[in-house]
Antibody, heavy 114, light 106 residues
């Protein structure tokens, strides 16, 4: 079964940092582009970032550049998303997504609050 | 960046046809995907490449494209189709979801 399982979410203070992880199984992880998408409470989907299959190229939505870093470890079948200088508006469910966006994880919740 | 515009809500009775539109300049050049999201669940891909349906998606879901507008059509909408629907498209330097459409079937 193709599966994505996110972890690493939680409560963090404004200005803090967090690293999300996404463990993949059931497919050849190193063959696929991977994405991160988030959804703030009661809001729509927001595209964040993508990384090429071998990790050599990364894309970030303009508003994400500078604070967030996407990476992957194909030997561990794991995708990462490092977030820094977190703000209240970064509070959301963060989804890991396999290209062509046909498989989504269950999401991990990040809450930025003092 | 670019924007994809969807109506905020669409309402139909069971058995009727629901149509949800998504507009944006990028759609004249790039394919769209459609996602269904039910409360408390992760999104599900229901249409890709404007009109292709993934395996397991009922054939009452279809997609079409004309110029800068793509349309998701649910023929004979059922109560279980009530959900939020999002379009998505991507170019080399721009990727974005539409704002989402809440489909009510009652």
């Amino acid at each position: 079964e193709v599966q994505l399982v996110e972890s690493g979410g939680g409560l963090v203070q404004p200005g803090g940092s967090l690293r999300l992880a996404c463990s993949a199984s059931g497919f050849i992880f190193s063959d696929y582009v991977m994405h991160w998408v988030r959804q703030a409470p009661g809001k729509g989907l927001e595209y964040l970032s993508a990384i090429s299959s071998l990790g050599s190229n990364a894309y970030y939505t303009d508003s994400m550049k500078g604070r967030f870093t996407i990476s992957r470890d194909n030997s561990k079948n794991t995708l990462y998303f490092e977030m820094s200088s977190l703000r209240a508006e970064d509070t959301a469910v963060y989804y890991c997504v396999k290209d062509p966006m046909d498989v989504w994880g269950q999401g991990t919740t990040v809450t930025v609050s003092s | 960046s670019y924007e994809l515009t969807q109506p905020s809500s669409v309402s139909v009775s069971p058995g009727q046809t629901a149509r949800i539109t998504c507009s944006g300049d990028i759609l004249a050049k790039k394919y769209a995907r459609w996602f269904q999201q039910k409360p408390g669940q992760a999104p599900v891909l229901v249409i890709y490449k404007d009109s292709e349906r993934p395996s397991g998606i009922p054939d009452r879901f279809s997609g079409s494209s004309s110029g800068t507008t793509v349309t998701l059509t649910i023929s004979g909408a059922q109560v279980e189709d009530e959900a939020d629907y999002y379009c998505y498209s991507a170019a080399d330097k721009n990727r974005a979801f539409g704002g989402g459409t809440k489909l009510t079937v009652l």
